[in-house]
């Protein structure tokens, strides 16, 4: 390209974009000059604060540098100064799009950490409020992911059922969005008149709705076209890369740690792990939308067997767990979100360290892109479904 | 070195970090129940973990390994010039093929300062263990790129925010902390407000971040 | 005065043929005006359109239903900070709207809206079409090239690239219905107005000529066309996910706007050519079958009765509006719209009325100018539609995908209809 | 159709020819030059009306103006234009070419001097609305006669089609 046009970015980006092992060419085969791009961090396409430094031959993706932090809050930091409890909320502005599996995850982890075991009512209310989570989660996933592919209209029907799922939240823990749903040792609160009622009735107006995004998108030639073989991650490259969630399970593998570690009530439940085959864009929308389905299933599971009795748990009004360590993680909407917290025997823990699965997941772009174009890596940060937060913490 | 990691040790011995941290010997064997709010039926204690894994890695590594299980969760403590060796043979072997994540904990009292440890899983033995070691402040560890390629941004995080150094990274930079940030900040001495002063100013042009 | 005005009301070519240079200036004047109303209408249309595909409302704050909305828009574009990038080419990004602004009215000299209804009747006039849009590319390109950046760049080349390849396709779709217009008189012909005389000639729109042939011709035209305005799901140039804008990224302001302006006009434009080639031109329904004065006269009654509906619909929005007093002035303001589309649809009744005798009356010149007209802007916003239906329900293809479809595809279906429009052509006359 | 084309017309186009002309040999930078070339082509394309040839002006526009000059923007564009702007835009060459072109005008006017007879006195002028049917005529035949430059029409079409497949083979590492 003209250096005209790219020198200052050269400049810019020169330094992050060392590692970038690029196979150039032996011999450039007529002049073509590799042109350097900074997507985002002020981009429509890259959710949030994402940069992304692509070299690219003319519209080939020959590397890609993504530079994150822009976000960082220092997560980790500040539990270091908080109370177990007086952490809790922070959680929730992690992944904020599924804040109510983080708070569930820090939760157990804390009441493993303290040798309690939340009742068995909270472990329902715990499934049932998780199960809508991840619904909203992958219904904001697919819309903006159509979005950026270029179907505009799925984002606005999945933000209309969306709504539903945050008038629950609403109703229940009175925050729509950073729920802090959880307290350690169960659940703060009681369900409200009629909470079952409604989530039976989401239940069922929901479903029908899930097949209309189908509608639009499943057998449409041009979404097919753009995310068949686009992205696509073998199983082993994928478990090589840490990468977990729906991103693992598209690849094939089947394993999600609600079946294979139970936490929660998940053992009380029958459901299934859709898997994909071609570990490409197409089947990780496939295997988003089954789960759907399969969290509906939980759900309705849960909401009908749904046992009387206390919520809390006998927990100490200063929680002081006993000096030793901790590793729990639970399955979230993006994949695996564990908690390594370390207790000196304080009322505040040593160290909490979060395994933020989008972060992980996001390391697995480069691997995913390399050979497509431009328009697949909006196709390909969109289908690992990262948020922002969660990233950079 | 391996007579500290030896000691059935609960992790972390931090001496007097904190007021209330102070009762914590380091070598304390029995679980700390010391403060009355806990009200457990049992304090869980580190126990020694045994399985026909554990006894062959002692048998071939001796007393610079050591395998513990505490709240039904296993780990290894090893020393740290078994590092690259053995995680590399526990996913070579053991199929613990899933490097769940990277950490560190910083023990400013402590001689050797840093507790590194790496979480992994096998999907096939549906299994996971911790592999922990320590390390002195400004000494390097060797990077598990090669063995697992999650592990590239996860030791730089662990890099950015503790300042260890893994030898045979290809990238090793800051990750989330921009270059030019000076000070680690999940270091205990590293204050909650604390901030790189200099580099707020010359780069967002303003007195101060906070 | 009235003579002058008759002397051309009188006239049955276009003023450009007659040479009376008043009355082409006029209609100049008109078509400017026109087109850039049409522009504002469907820049409302779109986004209330498109917000009812998504379950939104659109505009609804600025006048009744957001019906001022695109004047407010205008006037905030109007007055908004120009700004030119410190490393632009000053120049060349100053006269790259300006390109393609004048390639998409400079078509517009052509566009026969009823027999004698253009500005001029070129013998060429269709190939002059597709030459001058071809020239709105290069505003494009020049517009990526100057902002010296690297989106617009990436935006220009594609746009660039991607309507050089669907122009082959569309030339090619519009040949085989050329072709078509010789089959009855043994020489066809390239004028617009021609065209669909030739149409009429043949008693059958070209869109079902041959059967399948000219709807396969239409159809590719119709796609190349999408392409070609680099509208969804062809909007690679300024696919918003990936390029943010494309080509106008760097562009703010009136310029901005001016590029918007161009890419309707074109949209327009575009429509038009299909509506001329395949869909009858200003042709009311069914010429041939429904001959008689009493069809003429009922299909004279549609324009009146299409503003009678738009004013009932105008006066029910004005009854449905929530009786509080902070909707009174938006209650007054859709009532008097209403009102002004119940007075248009009288005026139009009263001349279909008036005009019913075919004599050579002021009002039957009217009545049937009136019914050219309304008939093509009628199949034209069909056509607008579908540019917002498009937009509402499909993903983006990728440039790669684009490419081959245009050259792998539409090229050879094109071609193929060609040839075998030709070797039908030859049988059967 | 009533002669629209006054000598007016003829002296603003063919001016701007010139002077647009002059401009693209004259800008350093290449985009502006293409610019000015269009501009150049466009007004010739203006000529060819006036002649009342309006399929050559077509063809003009939609191949030269449209086509070609898009192409050739589009190569430009990716020239780095800092480094040509800062070289030398003539070489040593130019003396040459001055005395060339010194001699093809004088060529020009003495054939517009002395040889007035050889061209007709007046062009025969042919209805406007012929004239695509006319360049048909010629180029493929009247019905039931083939064309004077058939063959030749076809060959150069050949010749163009194998230099598009040498394009693609050249630039395509693998078909």
């Known amino acids: 390209m003209s250096s005209h046009t790219n020198d200052t970015t050269n400049d810019v980006s020169s330094r992050a974009l060392s590692n970038l092992d690029l196979e150039t060419p032996a011999k450039p085969y007529l002049d073509s000059n590799e042109l350097i791009i900074n997507m985002g961090p002020q981009h429509p396409a890259t959710h949030g604060v994402l940069r992304v430094i692509l070299k690219l031959d003319g519209e080939k993706v020959l590397g890609t540098e993504c530079v994150i932090g822009y976000l960082h809050r220092g997560v980790e930091k500040i539990a270091e100064n908080r109370t177990y409890a007086m952490f809790n909320p922070y959680i929730d502005r992690m992944d904020y799009v599924a804040a109510v599996s983080n708070g569930l995850g820090y939760c157990e982890a804390v009441e493993k950490l303290l040798n309690v075991e939340a009742p068995r009512r909270a472990k329902y209310i715990r499934v049932i409020l998780t199960e809508l989570n991840r619904i909203a989660s992958h219904q904001l996933w697919l819309g903006t992911h159509a979005l950026d592919i270029g179907a505009m209209t799925p984002l606005f029907y999945t933000f209309r059922d969306r709504e539903e799922i945050l008038k629950i939240f609403e109703k229940y823990c009175g925050a729509r969005l950073t729920t802090h749903a959880f307290r350690i040792g169960g659940c703060q609160y009681e369900t409200y008149a009629g909470f079952e009622k409604e989530v039976k009735h989401f239940l069922t107006y929901v479903a029908p709705k899930i097949d209309e995004y189908e509608a639009l998108l499943t057998t449409n030639r041009i979404w097919l076209e753009r995310t068949k073989n686009v992205g696509m991650i073998s199983a082993a490259d994928a478990i090589a890369l840490g990468v977990t969630g729906p991103v693992l399970r598209a690849s094939g593998v089947q394993w999600d740690l609600r079946k294979a570690q139970p936490y929660a009530a998940y053992s009380e439940f029958d459901f299934e792990i859709p898997t994909g085959e071609n570990g490409d864009t197409y089947d990780r929308y496939l295997v988003r939308m089954a789960e759907m389905r399969q969290s509906l299933r939980i759900i309705e599971q849960a909401v009908n067997r749904i046992p009387e009795g206390p919520i809390m748990a006998k927990v100490p009004k200063v929680i002081k767990p006993p000096v030793g360590e901790i590793y729990h993680s639970i399955e979230a909407p993006k994949g695996e979100l564990g908690y390594f917290i370390v207790s000196d025997g304080s009322t505040q823990p040593y160290r909490v360290r979060v395994r933020p699965p989008s972060f992980v997941n996001l390391q697995a772009l480069d691997r995913m892109v390399r050979g497509l174009l431009v328009a697949d890596v909006i196709a390909v940060i969109g289908t690992i479904d990262i948020v922002l937060g969660e990233v950079d913490r | 070195m391996a007579e500290d990691v030896k000691t059935p040790a609960p992790a972390p011995p931090p001496e007097g970090e904190k007021p209330t941290a102070e009762k914590t010997a380091a070598a304390a064997p029995a679980a700390p129940v010391k403060p009355a709010a806990a009200a457990k039926p049992e304090g869980p204690v580190p126990v020694p973990w045994s399985s026909p894994l554990v006894e062959k890695y002692r048998s071939q590594y001796g007393s610079g390994l050591d395998a513990q299980t505490y709240l039904g969760q296993n780990y290894f403590s090893v020393d740290r010039s078994l590092i690259p060796d053995i995680l590399r043979l526990l996913r070579d072997d053991e199929q613990f093929d899933y490097c769940v994540d990277i950490t560190a904990v910083h023990y400013p009292k402590r001689e050797k300062q840093f507790d590194v440890i790496w979480i992994l899983y096998s999907f096939s033995r549906n299994e996971r263990v911790r592999v922990k070691t320590q390390i002195a402040d400004g000494a390097s560890i060797p990077s598990s790129v090669l063995i697992w390629p999650t592990a590239n941004w996860l030791e730089r995080e662990v890099y950015d925010m503790f300042g260890i150094t893994f030898d045979g990274h290809p990238d090793l930079k800051r990750i989330l902390l921009p270059d030019g940030w000076k000070g680690h900040p999940l270091r205990k001495d590293y204050g909650i407000l604390q901030q790189d002063q200099e580099w707020v100013q010359i780069n967002l042009g303003i007195e101060s971040g906070q | 005065m009235p003579s002058f005005i008759m002397s051309y009301l009188g006239s049955t070519v276009t003023p450009g043929e007659a040479g009376n240079q008043f009355w082409a200036l006029m209609y100049v004047l008109i078509i400017f005006a026109g087109v850039s109303v049409a522009v504002m209408a469907m820049n409302w249309l779109e986004r209330k359109a498109l917000a009812h595909f998504q379950i939104r409302l659109g505009p609804m704050r600025v006048g009744p239903h957001g019906l001022l909305q695109p004047i407010a828009d205008a006037i905030k574009l109007m007055l908004k900070e120009d700004i030119i990038p410190a490393n632009a080419d000053q120049f060349v990004f100053w006269v790259a709207p300006l390109i393609g602004l004048l390639a998409a009215f400079t078509v517009y000299t052509v566009i026969p809206f009823g027999p004698s209804q253009a500005v001029s009747d070129m013998n060429i006039g269709i190939l002059f079409m597709l030459g001058v849009s071809s020239l709105g590319v290069l505003g494009i390109v020049v517009a990526g090239w100057a902002s010296n950046s690297h989106y617009p760049l990436i935006g220009a080349l594609r746009s660039g690239a991607q309507m050089v390849s669907y122009e082959v396709a569309m030339g090619l779709a519009v040949v085989s219905a050329i072709l078509m217009t010789s089959l009855k008189t043994g020489t066809g012909t390239l004028s617009m107005i021609g065209i669909v005389q030739s149409q009429q000639q043949q008693s059958v729109w070209f869109i079902f000529k041959f059967f399948p042939l000219g709807f396969i011709a239409f159809g590719i035209f119709a796609i190349a066309m999408i392409a070609e305005t680099n509208r969804a799901p062809f909007d690679m140039a300024e696919a918003e996910s990936e390029l943010t804008a494309g080509y106008h990224t760097e562009y703010s302001g009136l310029r901005w706007s001016l590029f918007m302006l161009a890419e309707y006009a074109t949209m327009i434009a575009v429509s038009s050519i299909a509506v001329t080639l395949w869909l009858g031109g200003w042709m009311r329904p069914f010429p041939n079958l429904l001959h008689a004065p009493m069809w003429d006269f009922i299909f004279s009654l549609f324009p009146g009765l299409t503003f009678l509906c738009l004013a009932t619909i105008a006066f029910i929005g004005t009854a449905r509006m929530p009786a509080h007093s902070f909707f009174r002035i938006q209650r007054i303001g859709l009532a008097v719209f209403a009102a002004l589309l119940g007075f248009l649809a009288l005026l139009l009744l009263v001349i279909a009325v008036a005009g019913r005798s075919a004599d050579a009356s002021l009002a039957a010149r009217f009545n049937e100018g009136i019914g050219y007209v309304y008939w093509f802007v009628l199949k034209v916003a069909v056509f607008m539609y579908l540019f917002i239906w498009y937009r509402a329900t499909w993903p983006r293809y990728r440039f790669d995908q684009l490419m081959r479809i245009g050259w792998k595809v539409m090229l050879p279906i094109s071609l193929g209809v060609l040839v075998v429009t030709a070797i039908v052509g030859v049988l059967v006359s | ?175």
């Open chain 4, 1 to 175: 159709m009533a002669p629209v084309a006054t000598p007016w017309f003829f002296y603003v186009l063919a001016g701007l020819a010139v002077a647009s002309g002059v401009a693209v040999i004259t800008r350093r930078n290449a985009v502006h030059s293409a610019l000015a070339l269009i501009v150049t082509l466009l007004s010739v394309a203006g000529l060819y009306l006036m002649l009342y040839a309006p399929f050559v002006f077509a063809v003009q526009l939609f191949v030269y103006a449209g086509g070609i000059m898009l192409l050739f923007l589009f190569v430009i564009m990716l020239v780095n234009i800092e480094r040509s702007s800062k070289e030398r835009r003539f070489n040593r060459m130019w003396p040459a070419g001055l005395v060339a072109a010194c001699a093809l005008m004088a060529l020009f006017i003495s054939a517009f001097v002395k040889g007035r007879t050889l061209f007709p006195d007046r062009m025969i002028l042919l209805p406007e609305s012929s004239n695509t049917q006319q360049i048909a005529g010629l180029l493929y035949g009247e019905p039931g006669r083939i064309g004077q430059y058939t063959f030749a029409f076809e060959i150069a079409s050949l010749l163009l089609l194998v230099a598009i497949l040498g394009a693609v083979i050249m630039t395509k590492k693998k078909i």
